[in-house]
């Protein structure tokens, strides 16, 4: 066989990829493959937004779906990072919540709860916004644990840790 003979038949061999016959199938599996990515990503995005709607339904209100809400965020905290300035807004309301509320003053179980969510926002005090560190450094400045409004027998020591914790800022101080 000669030298163009053998040339011949290499680029006969090379030019196959340009056949239609070759070609369209591989570029229609890649528009597949690129819309099956698309899809994928898509429907993991939604997931992850019914995830917070799902995870905010647990603080409408009573004592055992709050702890259920705390314990989700807990659990998910370090995986949904978009979702922790939400949560963070969500436990300081509910916070402020329990602090002022007028009835169930002596509820135990709430008092666990306030624990719970005020221990989790020290550590993750960074995620709180100015006004949201403000308006939760105010509720416990203006905390009577013997009168007034909002959960009673509260343990002396964690509430003054948490207002140094949350005092309120002054202008150049940072959180």
């Known amino acids: 066989m000669s030298e163009s003979s053998r040339l011949r ?4 061999r ?3 990829w340009r056949d ?3 070609f369209i199938p591989i570029i229609v599996a890649m528009l597949g ?7 994928l990503h898509t429907n993991k995005r939604q997931r992850t937004w019914e995830l917070l709607l799902e995870s905010l339904k647990w603080f409408e209100g009573g004592t055992q779906k709050r702890s259920i809400g705390i314990a989700l965020v807990e659990t998910k905290w370090e995986y949904q990072k978009e979702f922790r300035a939400r949560w963070a807004s969500i436990l300081v309301n509910q916070a402020i ?7 169930g003053c002596h509820a135990r179980h709430e008092r666990a709860n306030l624990y719970r969510m005020m221990n989790f926002l020290m550590m993750k005090r960074a995620q709180l916004q100015g006004v949201e560190r403000d308006l939760l450094a105010e509720t416990l400045w203006a905390y009577s644990p ?8 509260l343990d002396p ?3 003054e840790e948490w207002k140094h914790c949350f005092r309120p800022m002054t202008r150049g101080q940072d959180g």
Do not use: E, N
């Open 9 to 12: 038949k290499q680029l006969a």
């Open 14 to 16: 090379s030019a196959r």
């Open 20 to 22: 239609p016959a070759v």
């Open 33 to 39: 493959w690129a819309f099956a990515l698309y899809q």
């Open 97 to 103: 919540h329990l602090l002022t509320r007028k009835k």
């Open 146 to 153: 013997s009168d007034g409004p909002g959960l009673r027998d």
């Open 157 to 159: 020591k964690p509430l």
